[in-house]
Structure formats: structure tokens, C-alpha cells
């Protein structure tokens, strides 16, 4: 059964980074993409990038604009979103979701969800 457990999130100020972590199991295939994606209150869910375990190629949205890391540790079945000077409208839950291939849609399985709350 394949589960994705988020960590991190919380309340920082603006211009402040966090990072999220998406610890993967149950995969019987080596070769799976993770998707991060985060939904607003009152907005719908948008994606914020992808990537891909294998060859850790990462893909994003053009409104990251290099404020927002994607990476991957193998070893540990993780992948990690880092948030770097966040805005207040960076407000939102955050989700981490499993798919074949980045640029494939097709989301199955997804994380709890972590709350990141930017506020002074």
C-alpha cells in the first residue's frame, strides 16, 4: 500500500524559508514522480513542481521563480520541498501526491497535507 507522510509546514514571517519533507512508501517500482502542490482557502489546488525519483530531474510552475526547491533523498524514500523568502500569499496547505512521470497528471496517492501559514 503506498503512503505519503508529510512533515513540517508551520507559522513563519515573510522573506522566512521552510522545508517539507514527503517520506514515500509502498512502492513496488523504483521509478515514480512526486508532485507538490498547495490549495489556498477559498482558491483551487495548483501544482508548484515535480520530480522525478530516478533521475531527480525537477520540473516547476513559472510562479515559483526559483523561490521554490524540489529535491530527493533516495536513501530515505523522501522528498523535500524547500520555501525560500515566502510571501504572505504563500499562505496555503500544502500536499505532496505520487504519479508515474512529471507532466503526466494522473495523481493517486496523496500526503495528509501541512499548513504553512506566512505572517508577521
Known amino acids: 500500500q503506498v503512503q505519503l507522510v508529510q512533515s513540517g509546514g508551520g507559522l513563519v514571517q515573510p522573506g522566512g524559508s521552510l522545508k517539507l519533507s514527503c517520506v514515500v512508501s509502498?512502492?513496488?517500482?523504483?521509478?515514480?514522480?512526486i508532485g507538490w502542490f498547495r490549495q489556498a482557502p477559498g482558491m483551487e489546488r495548483e501544482g508548484i513542481g515535480c520530480?522525478?525519483?530516478?533521475?531527480?530531474?525537477?520540473y516547476y510552475e513559472n510562479f515559483v521563480r526559483g523561490r521554490f526547491t524540489v529535491s530527493r533523498d533516495n536513501a530515505k524514500n523522501t522528498v523535500y520541498l524547500q520555501l525560500n523568502n515566502l510571501k504572505p500569499e504563500d499562505t496555503a496547505v500544502y500536499y505532496c501526491?505520487?504519479?508515474?512521470?512529471?507532466?503526466?497528471?494522473?495523481?493517486?496517492?496523496w500526503g495528509q497535507g501541512t499548513q504553512v501559514t506566512v505572517s508577521s
Open positions: 520530480i522525478q525519483t530516478t533521475d531527480g530531474k525537477a
Open positions: 501526491a505520487s504519479t508515474r512521470l512529471c507532466g503526466g497528471g494522473g495523481y493517486v496517492h
Open positions: 509502498g512502492f513496488t517500482s523504483a521509478n515514480y514522480a
